[in-house]
Structures are given as C-alpha cells and as structure tokens.
C-alpha cells in the first residue's frame, strides 16, 4: 500500500516570528501578515486538491494543540468553505522547546547562556537549552506520529516540526535541516518519497 500523502503548513507569522523571538512552546496569536498567509495556503492547497483529484471535505485535518497552528487551521478551513472547528488536534505536532530560551531572540540567547548557544551552534540537532527540547526528541515524536498516518492527510504546525520531519523521512540531513527556512504561506507536500514546497 502506497504511503499516504501528508499536505503540511507551517503555521502563519506572528509578531514574535517578525521579532526574531524564539516561541517554542508559547502562545503566540498569528499577526495580520500571518493571517493572509494562513488564506493563501488555503488557495494553494484547494489548487493541489484539485490537480490531484481529491476531495477537500473527505481529507482528515489535524492541528499542533499551539494557538498559532490551531489560528491558521481554522483560516484555511473557513477559506476552503468546511467547518471551522471540524479537525482533530495532535500534540506530537507541537514546535520544539526551547525551555528558557523561550521569548528571547538569538542574540539574547547567546547572552544568557554562551556554552550551551555554542555548543547548540555546532550541533542543533542534539542540543537542548536548559528545559528545552532536542531535535532529535522532536524527529522521534514526528515519525511517531507519520507512522500512525493512514490516509492522506493535511497537517498544520510548525517549522521545527518540519525540519524534524524531513529528517525522520530521509529528505534532509540533521546538518541541512538545521538551516533550513520553513515558509509560511506555503504547502509542502510528502508523496510518494518525495516532497515538494507549493508556494
């Protein structure tokens, strides 16, 4: 049986995004940006069900439980004409931890904790902040989560889960993963052992 078809949006900006600041785990509202670019998901994924045949109100939807994920979930459903709330939350989606770092920029990372923000610099994917989470645990939670996905499927969440994907999937190296930007406003999509960004 063919793997199933996983449609993923990261999340829109929200003024911590435009700020630089790190959100882990926090409740972030999306930003006026960040709502049209929740709404211009929406157009690029009705135009991808549409080219692959699908049928946008037989797909399942599920949401990280983070407000910012579960904000841009409901714009696109609204804007695809399906019942806003009609979608199931999964957190395993939810973005990475950052633990203390959480609210602070790079830079002020750095300053608080210079070790840790080196140590992190020359291996993200298995350095954590005090409290935070590593890439690693995130990659173990997403491929938890993929194998438990049986039909094609739209998922919102966020660029660190992502990233941590595309690792668990074969698509990217935890090196190139690390640097990777995520965009907002686009669908990424996993197939068949590929994956393709629609932007």
């Known amino acids: 049986m063919p793997a199933p078809t996983i449609y993923f949006l990261r999340h829109g900006e929200t003024e911590w995004n435009a700020l630089g600041r790190l959100q882990g785990t926090q409740d972030v509202p999306l930003n006026a940006r ?3 670019q929740a ?3 929406a157009r690029i994924l009705a135009d991808l069900f549409a080219r692959d045949g699908k049928e946008r109100t037989a797909l399942p939807y599920v949401s990280s439980p983070l407000g910012r994920a579960r904000q841009t979930m409901e714009l696109v459903r609204g804007k695809l004409e399906l019942p806003v709330a009609d979608y199931a939350l999964d957190d395993r989606l939810r973005e990475i931890g950052y633990g203390v770092w959480e609210g602070l920029t790079l830079a002020e990372s750095e300053a608080s904790d210079p070790d840790v923000y080196a140590r992190r610099l020359a291996d993200k994917w298995t350095v954590a902040p005090e409290g935070g989470e590593t890439y690693v645990a995130v990659q173990r939670r997403m491929r938890d989560w993929y194998d438990g996905v049986r039909v094609d499927t739209v998922a919102v969440a966020h660029g660190g889960t992502c990233r941590a994907l595309m690792v668990a999937l074969g698509f990217e190296t935890p090196a ?8 907002q406003g686009a669908v990424y999509v996993f197939r068949d052992g590929r994956l393709e960004k629609h932007s």
């Not at 190139?176 to 995520?182: K, P």
């Open 34 to 36: 960040g709502r049209g």
């Open 176 to 183: 190139s993963a690390a640097e990777l930007y995520i965009e």
């Open 39 to 41: 709404v211009q998901a």
